[in-house]
C-alpha cells in the first residue's frame, strides 16, 4: 500500500451522474487525505482538541467523539488522558468508517468505538463532547436537541468542541470566503471538476448554518460560555463550556 492509493480522487473523473455524498467505503478509504486537503487548519483543529483534553477532561469521566471518522479526534485526546478510569467513546454511523478505527485502534483500554446514530447514543458523565464537523450532517431542525442533549450530559465545567463549515449573512463576505476556499482547495491539488462535483455532491447533505445560528443555538441549548477559537475562511470552532 502507497501514499497514492489513500489519495483522495473520488470526484476526479467526470460523473455522469453526481449523487448525493455518503461516507461509503471509496471515501472511508482515501478520508484522511480528503479533510486534510478539504478543512483549512484540520490539523490545527486536532491540535487544539488535545489542548482542550488536557484542560478539561476530569478523572474518571467520560469523553464523547461523535462523528469521529478515522478516530483522529479520539486518538488525540487519548494522548492526553492519564486516568485509566476515563472512557473516550467515539460514534460515527459509517460501518466502513468505524471498521477502520477497530482495525487501527491504538488505545483499545481507553477508547470504544460505536456503529451507531449520534442522535441515538446516551451522554451521560461528560466531561467533554467533540463535535468535529459533525453537527452540519444532521436536518437542521434536530441540531438544537442534540445540542440539549450534550448539554444535559455534561458535568458543570465541561465543554463542547464544535467546528463547523459556516455560511455568512453578509452577502460580500460570504462570497469572498467562498472563493478564498475555492482557491484553498486549489493550493491543495484539487482541480475545478473536483471541486465542483464536491460541491453538488453534499448540497442537501451538508447545510451549513451562519456563526450568529450557531451561537444562539448553543445559548438556547444553555451554554453561557462560548468561545470562537478558531477560525479559517469559512470554518469555525467553538469552544462551548456548562458553568
Ligand atoms: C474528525 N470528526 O476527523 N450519526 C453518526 N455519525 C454521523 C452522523 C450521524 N447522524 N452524521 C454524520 N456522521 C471527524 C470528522 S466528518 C466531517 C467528521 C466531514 C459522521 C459521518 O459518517 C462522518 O464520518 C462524520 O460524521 C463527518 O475529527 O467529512 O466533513
Redesign the pocket.
Known amino acids: 500500500m502507497t501514499a497514492g492509493d489513500r489519495k483522495d480522487r473520488v470526484f476526479a473523473r467526470p460523473l455522469s451522474e453526481v449523487k448525493a455524498f455518503e461516507?461509503n467505503e471509496s471515501?472511508?478509504h482515501v478520508?484522511?487525505d480528503?479533510?486534510s486537503r478539504?478543512?483549512p487548519g484540520?490539523a490545527l483543529?486536532?491540535r487544539m482538541?488535545g489542548l482542550y483534553a488536557d484542560l478539561f477532561v476530569t478523572a474518571g469521566s467520560r469523553v464523547y467523539?461523535?462523528?469521529?471518522?478515522?478516530?483522529?479526534?479520539s486518538l488525540v485526546i487519548a494522548e492526553q488522558v492519564r486516568d485509566a478510569e476515563c472512557r473516550i467513546i467515539a460514534?460515527?454511523?459509517?460501518s466502513a468508517?468505524i471498521e477502520k478505527c477497530r482495525q487501527h485502534n491504538i488505545s483499545p483500554d481507553l477508547i470504544e468505538w460505536h456503529c451507531?446514530?449520534?442522535?441515538?447514543?446516551p451522554i451521560d458523565q461528560a466531561s467533554m463532547v467533540?463535535?468535529?464537523?459533525?453537527l452540519?450532517?444532521?436536518p437542521p431542525k434536530?441540531r438544537l436537541p442534540m445540542l440539549k442533549k450534550i448539554y444535559t450530559g455534561l458535568n458543570p465545567g465541561g465543554v463542547l468542541v464544535l467546528?463547523e463549515?459556516v455560511v455568512f449573512e453578509d452577502e460580500a463576505e460570504n462570497e469572498c470566503m467562498l472563493q478564498l476556499y475555492q482557491g484553498f482547495k486549489k493550493t491543495m491539488g484539487y482541480s475545478d471538476l473536483e471541486i465542483s462535483q464536491k460541491r453538488n455532491a453534499?448540497e442537501n447533505v451538508?447545510i451549513p448554518d451562519s456563526e450568529q445560528q450557531h451561537r444562539q443555538r448553543l445559548v438556547d441549548a444553555g451554554f453561557s460560555e462560548i468561545y470562537p477559537c478558531f477560525r479559517g475562511f469559512n470554518f469555525v470552532s467553538y469552544l462551548a463550556i456548562k458553568t
Open positions: 461516507f471515501v472511508a478520508f484522511q480528503m479533510i478539504s478543512v484540520y483543529l486536532l482538541i467523539d461523535l462523528g469521529c471518522s478515522l478516530g483522529e479526534a460514534v460515527d454511523n459509517s468508517m451507531e446514530d449520534i442522535r441515538q447514543i467533540v463535535l468535529n464537523l459533525t452540519q450532517f444532521l434536530e467546528s463549515k453534499l451538508l
